[in-house]
């Protein structure tokens, strides 16, 4: 990308991918060099057909959600005691939006699955807004998946440290605050 753009910055957000993994090629570095370069260049043709246009008015809400009690999981039906669990996982977390025109930033403090993260692209779409899930963002509270994936098993619902709905809660509390911020 610096060659294609002398002089720009560019920055990589990991969305919704509590569930995702990249197609890979080769052995050590040259999986990275690969995962680069194949996005470098899906990047360089959106480039190339892009019509910027100049940014709307900045808008931000960022707020601390109370979270369900931890439930640590190791597996095989074993979980932590809570007691013990509360002092590992925390039981808050930090939520971000941020627009800029009509562009939507989420941030969430998670892995965020792809099924969750397209709800709240729908919500901002239904709303006018191009939206955006930034992953990882301000906090990590582990994965958060919808609740019929957290029994089924998956190494992501043993990382669901906040129990079945932490997903369902931190997308419903996005899309309040995205009508909060609509309202402004």
């Known amino acids: 990308m610096e060659r294609y753009l002398p002089g720009a910055t560019c920055l990589f957000f990991a969305g919704s991918v509590g569930d995702q993994g990249p197609s890979k090629a080769g052995i050590g570095f040259e999986r990275a060099a690969w995962i680069g370069q194949s996005l470098a260049q899906v990047v360089v043709r959106t480039l190339e057909t892009a019509h910027p246009v ?105 990382m669901a440290f906040n129990g079945p709905h932490t997903g369902e809660l931190i997308v419903a509390r996005l899309i309040q605050m995205l009508d909060q911020l609509s309202g402004e």
């Open 54 to 158: 100049l940014p709307g008015a900045l808008r931000a809400l960022q707020e601390r959600l109370t979270l369900p009690p931890a439930n640590a999981r190791l597996g095989f039906g074993v979980s932590l005691p809570r007691w013990m669990g509360k002092w590992l996982v925390d039981d808050d977390a930090t939520l971000s939006l941020l627009a800029v025109g009509n562009d939507v930033f989420f941030g969430v403090p998670c892995d965020l699955t792809a099924g969750l993260g397209h709800e709240l692209k729908a919500a901002a779409r239904s709303r006018g807004l191009e939206p955006m899930v930034i992953g990882f963002a301000s906090d990590y509270v582990g994965y958060c998946l919808p609740a019929a994936l957290y029994e089924a098993g998956p190494y992501e619902s043993l």
